[in-house]
């Protein structure tokens, strides 16, 4: 039987419908080892689909990538997954999604557009793909097993990783990331640490927020989201019906564990005080907070103001001041960035609170010199010249010239002038590159664990051996950028990941053999924020 690939198939005619989309991305990333964001936002531009079925369409892409374990064990109860043409899993991943998770996509649609999905495949592959639907949308998803009170981690985390769709690895990771968490008698129990692990996995699996940064230098933050909040966005069909609300997932038995903190939190950080390489690593492995586009699902339903949140909603538009900086916004109801007359003017731009965090954290002065390593599409870049007023000297360096060409049209857009731009090894003695900086900010390559919720499909793209090999490489990034720090020059170092082995290990270690002291170090968690780790270093 000859099976044709549908990412071959022309982006037009019948089969270009919101779930063909889908599973043509999520054939990418199972297949080719696409990035979803990047394959999400070329399919769609060529799809000439509306505006309700973009939203369906990454609604399913993210979806399945957010839940597939929990996807693939209710399959499992029906098929053998493992014997199934890889378009055949994509099909049934996409219905299945939709029958857990999505309480107004009529189950007879998701199942119908599934058979005739297979139906071009084979007429039997059709048969099987309707009979195991069938199965599934009568008999349900098979119960999770209640745990004893006395469960062991190890068995508390083996259910998270089914009910969440985490890896063990990573879920493994986790939890060495919140040592010492404990319960309301302030034990630190098993239950206790799980709890916390179990409240992580569930928010790394969320819908992220679009989290806007106001350029303050154009336009004050409650001004912007008066602008915002006034602005009708691109109304609809009132015919919703099968437009995305997504069910809440089953209830865990864990228990509720502490709760999160808001903004900076160091009670899992033990002081280690008391993209931009030619090191052999998988680029296609390695993240920075800046280095892909972010990951923006348009809004399924105009959004509500919280009770008693101080946002101004009109129209569907909802603009949300947030605590953690002076110029984090949170939109609900905005749709496409790009399409924001304000947003085209440079009065805003997107960039998560807890990478707006960084270059707070950075605290960057007026007629220094400063180093923005590994700067990506330039996110803290234009950042860091914001906080100056377009009055510092900023190089931006990267390997990739395309990455500093998207940089440069981001700072033209936001109106900044101070950035100069360097495509180049920043692990090379002979980079052309200053001697002396006031300030270096390096947002290292890095798993991107902290970034699950915007990129899902880094869980099922990264292993284990991934960590210990960016460790390494980030250990050469940073012996590399220390030795362009002028004295009394301060260094600031950030992943989006919450590893120890990347995140308070590595400073520790680079501490140790470099003498350099921490002035001060931070964690960000969702929902929050991404989880971000950030150490700032003085030389000695």
């Not at 903190?261 to 680029?283: H, I, K």
């Not at 605590?323 to 984090?328: L, R, W």
């Not at 180093?371 to 803290?380: E, I, R, S, T």
Request: charged share 25%.
């Amino acid at each position: 039987m000859s099976l044709s690939t549908t990412t071959d198939r022309p982006a037009s005619g019948p089969a270009n419908t919101a779930r063909e989309v889908a599973r043509r991305v999520l054939d990418r990333v199972d297949k080719g080892g696409a990035w979803a964001t990047l394959a999400l936002d070329a399919e769609l531009e060529r799809s000439g689909l509306p505006e309700r079925d973009r939203r369906l369409a990454s609604e399913l892409v993210y979806g399945v990538l957010r839940h597939r374990t929990r996807i693939d064990r209710a399959l499992s109860a029906h098929a053998d997954l493992k014997k199934s043409p890889p378009k055949i899993r994509t099909t049934l991943r996409v219905a299945v999604y939709q029958l857990l998770f999505l309480d107004r996509v009529p189950a007879y649609a998701a199942v119908d557009d599934a058979v005739e999905a297979a139906r071009a495949i084979g007429d039997k592959l059709a048969g099987f793909t309707n009979a195991v639907l069938r199965k599934l949308t009568r008999q349900n998803e098979p119960p999770f097993p209640a745990l004893a009170a006395d469960a062991s981690l190890d068995a508390q985390l083996a259910r998270i990783e089914q009910e969440h769709s985490m890896p063990r690895w990573i879920l493994d990771e986790l939890t060495a990331a919140v040592r010492g968490v404990t319960d309301e008698q302030g034990l630190a129990t098993p239950a206790a640490r799980a709890a916390r692990v179990a409240e992580l996995a569930i928010a790394l699996n969320e819908q992220p927020p679009l989290i806007a940064r106001v350029n303050l230098r154009k336009i004050t933050r409650d001004a912007l989201a008066s602008e915002l909040a006034s602005r009708a966005r691109l109304t609809f069909d009132d015919d919703d019906s099968e437009m995305p609300t997504t069910t809440a997932s089953s209830t865990s038995d864990l228990g509720s564990g502490p709760p999160l903190t808001a903004g900076l939190s160091m009670r899992d950080v033990d002081s280690p005080s008391a993209s931009s390489s030619s090191n052999e690593v998988d680029s296609t492995l390695a993240l920075t907070a800046d280095s892909l586009p972010p990951a923006v699902v348009p809004a399924a339903e105009p959004s509500s103001v919280p009770p008693g949140s101080s946002g101004r909603t009109s129209r569907g538009v909802t603009a949300t001041p947030l605590a953690m900086t002076p110029s984090a916004l949170r939109l609900d109801g905005i749709g496409d960035p790009s399409r924001d007359p304000a947003f085209a003017a440079g009065r805003w731009t997107v960039q998560d609170a807890g990478a707006q965090l960084v270059g707070q954290f950075a605290a960057p002065r007026a007629g220094t010199l400063i180093l923005d390593a590994c700067a990506g599409v330039g996110g803290k870049s234009t950042h860091l010249a914001e906080l100056v007023d377009d009055a510092a000297t900023i190089h931006a360096a990267d390997q990739s010239a395309t990455k500093l060409g998207l940089l440069a049209e981001t700072a033209q857009r936001l109106g900044l002038t101070c950035i100069d731009t360097y495509a180049c090894d920043l692990t090379d003695p002979a980079a052309p590159l200053g001697r002396a900086y006031d300030l270096i900010v390096i947002d290292a390559p890095c798993s991107g664990l902290g970034v699950l919720r915007r990129h899902p499909d880094a869980k099922w793209r990264l292993t284990p051996d991934t960590v210990p090999r960016l460790a390494t490489l980030q250990a050469q990034l940073l012996d590399a950028v220390a030795a362009r720090l002028a004295p009394g020059g301060t260094l600031v170092y950030a992943v989006c990941t919450f590893t120890r082995a990347e995140g308070p290990d590595q400073i520790a270690a680079f501490c140790a053999r470099s003498g350099f002291r921490v002035l001060e170090e931070a964690r960000t968690w969702p929902p929050e924020a991404d989880a971000f780790y950030f150490a700032k270093l003085a030389r000695p």
